[in-house]
């Protein structure tokens, strides 16, 4: 099955601090990943849907200014959070659609100090 | 609007009970999948099935099962002589056809403890 990676698995750091989390497709070209992020024992909400060449369209509630998203190539996209806070501590998971399949990374948990 | 209810937050059963987790869907397409996934405590999504609207048809693989009724707009998942390794937390998604965008609506979540 079509592999995602995502770097790092683990970050930690201070409030005020920028985070960016990549999602990589390995063996598959995606032109559309999603963001999703999954507070403790919730569930996944989708923040953003991430189009290769073109700017992310974001789900209502999600501040576009704070967290970027990038899709610069067909197997890349990355996940900025701008001034972290520890309400942003969370976990974030990425996928890449393939036909009418997503493939999830492994998820990166962060927490803000 | 679509939606997932997953109306059971958790389920304990003891080793190899049989067990059926509960997924009820809204949508106005009449073209949508929907999807079972696992999430183990090292939180990968572990994908188990796709379904889409126009195959009613029951699923059986190994000791997993799907029963998907579009009249009662349930796609329930049984799981036959539960094990130990089955504990996990277990979401149903729905997504719909016309957009095309892809994109996933998860039900809350079921956690299932299985005990020895």
């Known amino acids: 099955g079509a592999v995602v990676s995502q770097h790092p698995s683990r970050v930690i750091c201070k409030s005020g601090t920028s985070v960016k989390i990549e999602c990589r497709s390995l063996?598959?070209?995606?032109?559309?990943m999603f963001w999703y992020r999954q507070f403790p024992k919730q569930s996944l909400m989708l923040m953003a849907t991430?189009?290769?060449?073109?700017?992310?369209?974001?789900e209502q509630g999600v501040e576009k200014d704070k967290f970027l998203i990038n899709h610069a190539s067909l197997t890349l996209s990355t996940l900025t959070v701008t001034s972290a806070h520890p309400e942003d501590s969370s976990f974030y998971i990425c996928?890449?659609?393939?036909?009418?399949?997503?493939?999830f990374g492994p998820g990166t948990r962060l927490t803000v100090l | 609007a679509q939606k997932v209810t997953q109306a059971q937050t958790e389920i304990s059963v003891v080793e190899k009970e049989d067990v059926t987790l509960d997924c009820v869907y809204e949508?106005?397409?009449?073209?949508?999948?929907l999807f079972w996934y696992k999430q183990p405590p090292s939180g990968e999504l572990v994908f188990l099935i796709r379904?889409?609207?126009?195959?009613?048809q029951n699923e059986i693989s190994g000791r997993y099962s799907w029963n998907f009724q579009k009249s009662t707009s349930s796609f329930n998942f049984t799981i036959t002589a539960s094990q130990v390794v089955d504990s996990a937390v277990y979401f149903c998604?729905?997504?719909?056809?016309?957009?095309?965008?892809?994109?996933?609506?998860f039900g809350q979540g079921t956690t299932l403890q299985v005990k020895p």
């Open positions: 991430s189009n290769e060449g073109s700017k992310a369209t974001y």
């Open positions: 063996d598959f070209q995606a032109t559309t």
């Open positions: 998604a729905l997504s719909e056809g016309s957009s095309n965008t892809g994109k996933l609506i």
């Open positions: 949508t106005r397409d009449t073209t949508y999948y």
């Open positions: 996928s890449a659609r393939q036909v009418y399949e997503q493939f």
């Open positions: 379904r889409n609207s126009f195959d009613e």
